[in-house]
């Protein structure tokens, strides 16, 4: 294990209160310290390093300048939280990150008060900075609201939702935008840094309010003017016009890893009258370690690496291939001979396989940005124009624009492809990122096909499946991670809508699984073959429209029948109900229950251990099956365990 650094100065902070006794002299000492324990504890839990390493000094300036947690701090996505985890009372678990019972990999209300509200998903810390804003105005209470966003965040529409509303919070609110990726920023250095404490200070605003008062009183027009003048001439020294115009006062760009720099424009802005006020501030990620800033991803997400090396410990190479690497590989050997086919992803290309199909097709690989509403319409329109477009977005994330799968691809019955990685739970990243409810928000809607791959061999026959599907929308959702190590076809096969597959055959419990819970239900027919009942296993594979054939088929030849799904209840468990009932498949007596998610977020674990908490493993399937079977016509349970 490697040693843990030696950090005089950050020993005597647990919270920002001590970190505001020591002297300014000293936080160059502490910001190295900050980031010398950030990098020590990720190396130890693996996680997200890149963000937190870009943001110490900014951490480190806006916990000394402001008072947190009275002032608000809000963190956009959070990946960035690291260091200030630290610093607010909780580096004694900073270890434990992302593991079970231990510290959120996000920012989490329930974990601290230094988190006043919690995220994971892009772009809603200025919405969520204004609403603390405008709570202490209307309540005549003092405090700050801080928002910090990044470069990229700022490409979803939200974002400037927000900043469009914010003129009401005046001074009270503060947005700090973390720009690591220069694509805002023109290159920083001493005239900028100059510029940005010249214009947050209060020399100059005071002697800004001053013109204005005097123009005022000579004309409007004249008013008007030298303040749109004022504006522009700041602003095309600074590159901060369109913020202006969105009613910031916009300061910067400033060296974002200067924290003397820092703490004198945020003390000047903490005690401005205007408002509210945009900081522009340049960092880079990775900051201060070397394979870090070496690295093409700057060790955005990491598993445990050797400190020294940045040597990361990705375990025994082989195995079978991760899902998404199916989905793109399967996606860009289909489109060699369809030019219609088409990529989207939303601002993550590695991790939905997008990245293997722009290899080979990059016209035709599109990258929106954090802009999922966007995504989808623009698929929606690629299909009205005849394209085959195929929308790779998370299953949570999708949830985010969920309108424009209604209104724009749904209504219009428009042949859209969702690829809906990341279905079920998804072990460290928790319950922000889990992708439970896609099936109850898809298979509600009119036109929509919604399938669930049960390994990677049916996951490359199912992308055919839609390749092939001209006739309205259609997705397929498949879990984190790496298959079971069947063997791939060569040719991948479209599927016949709305049939599933026998597995295996039995005569006395029928398992209808969909999805990857299909191996545990494998397991589980044994244990119970084992014990004398007879048990068929089937593979749905479409969640809408349901095979009525075959599950009427097994609902009327079997004593017990049980519905598996990796999802939250009212999906496909909810479907087979409503079919049994409308066709009175249950009205002779049989078992039928239904297995899910349980109604609640459960906490980050592994999945293995998230999945055995739900009752979705072979243990859970085997006890829901025998608890059925107790049960007597009149509904007692024989022979139960008190």
């Known amino acids: 294990m490697t040693d843990r650094p030696e950090t005089p100065l950050l020993d005597t902070v647990e919270t920002p209160a001590d970190l505001r006794k020591l002297d300014k002299s000293q936080l160059r000492q502490f910001a190295d310290e900050l980031r010398a324990e950030t990098i020590s504890a990720v190396s130890v839990t693996g996680g997200h390093l890149g963000a937190g390493l870009g943001v110490v000094e900014l951490t480190t300036a806006i916990h000394y300048v402001f008072n947190t947690p009275d002032d608000r701090l809000v963190w956009d996505v959070g990946h960035q939280c690291y260091p200030h985890k630290i610093i607010t009372g909780r580096r004694d678990r900073i270890r434990t990150i992302r593991t079970g019972g231990g510290l959120s990999g996000f920012t989490k209300r329930s974990e601290s008060d230094y988190d006043p509200f919690g995220a994971a998903h892009s772009s809603t810390s200025i919405s969520a900075a204004l609403g603390f804003a405008v709570a202490n105005k209307l309540s005549n209470r003092p405090g700050k609201a801080i928002a910090v966003i990044g470069d990229g965040a700022m490409s979803a529409g939200m974002a400037y939702e927000a900043m469009n509303n914010a003129e009401q919070a005046g001074n009270r609110l503060i947005v700090i935008l973390n720009d690591n990726d220069m694509s805002i920023a023109p290159p920083v250095g001493g005239l900028s840094n100059y510029l940005a404490r010249l214009i947050s200070s209060s020399e100059y605003l005071g002697l800004r309010s001053l013109a204005k008062r005097i123009t005022r009183r000579i004309s409007r027009r004249i008013y008007n003017a030298a303040e749109r003048a004022e504006e522009y001439a700041r602003g095309m020294a600074t590159g901060g016009t369109l913020f202006e115009e969105l009613g910031f006062y916009y300061v910067g760009p400033v060296d974002g890893h200067d924290v003397d720099v820092l703490v004198k424009i945020l003390e000047n802005v903490r005690d401005a009258e205007e408002g509210p006020i945009l900081i522009h501030a340049v960092t880079q990620k990775g900051k201060g370690y070397g394979p870090a800033e070496a690295a093409a991803d700057k060790y955005h997400g990491v598993v445990k690496f050797d400190v020294v090396t940045g040597k990361q410990d990705k375990g025994p190479g082989g195995g079978p291939p991760a899902y998404q690497n199916v989905f793109g590989e399967t996606l860009a050997k289909l489109a060699d001979d369809d030019p219609r086919i088409c990529a989207i992803t939303a601002a993550m290309p590695s991790g939905t396989g997008v990245d293997k199909f722009a290899q080979k097709h990059p016209d035709r690989a599109f990258d929106v940005g954090i802009a999922e509403q966007h995504g989808v319409t623009f698929a929606a329109g690629l299909a009205a124009q005849g394209m085959r477009p195929f929308c790779a977005i998370y299953s949570t994330f999708l949830q985010r624009a969920y309108d424009q799968v209604v209104h724009d691809v749904a209504i219009q019955n428009l042949p859209v492809r969702f690829a809906m990685d990341r279905a079920g739970l998804v072990g460290a990243d928790g319950q922000t990122h889990a ?160 297995m899910r998610l349980p109604d609640r977020f459960q906490e980050q674990d592994k999945p293995e251990k998230q999945y055995a908490e739900a009752g979705l493993d072979a243990d859970g399937i085997v006890e829901t099956v025998l608890k059925a079977l107790r049960h007597n016509s009149a509904g007692v349970i024989e022979g139960a365990r008190a």
């Open 435 to 594: 992708g439970s409810f896609d099936l109850a928000y898809l298979c509600t809607l009119p036109n929509f096909v919604v399938m669930a791959a049960a390994d990677e061999a049916e996951l490359a026959h199912m992308t055919k499946t839609m390749q092939e599907h001209d006739t309205g929308p259609i997705a397929v959702r498949y879990p984190r991670g790496n298959g079971v190590g069947v063997e791939m076809p060569e040719t991948p096969r479209a599927l016949e809508i709305g049939k599933g597959r026998v597995v295996r055959e039995g005569k006395k419990v029928a398992i209808l699984s969909l999805g990857t819970r299909l191996a545990e239900a494998l397991k589980a027919a044994d244990r119970l073959d084992a014990q004398g009942l007879s048990t068929t296993v089937a593979d749905l594979r479409f969640a809408k429209p349901l095979d009525e054939q075959l599950i009427r088929r097994l609902l009327a030849t079997h004593e017990v029948a049980v519905t598996v799904e990796e999802a939250a209840i009212g999906g496909f468990g909810a479907h087979v109900l409503t079919l049994a009932s409308d066709a009175g498949l249950i009205d002779a007596g049989l078992k039928l229950r239904t």
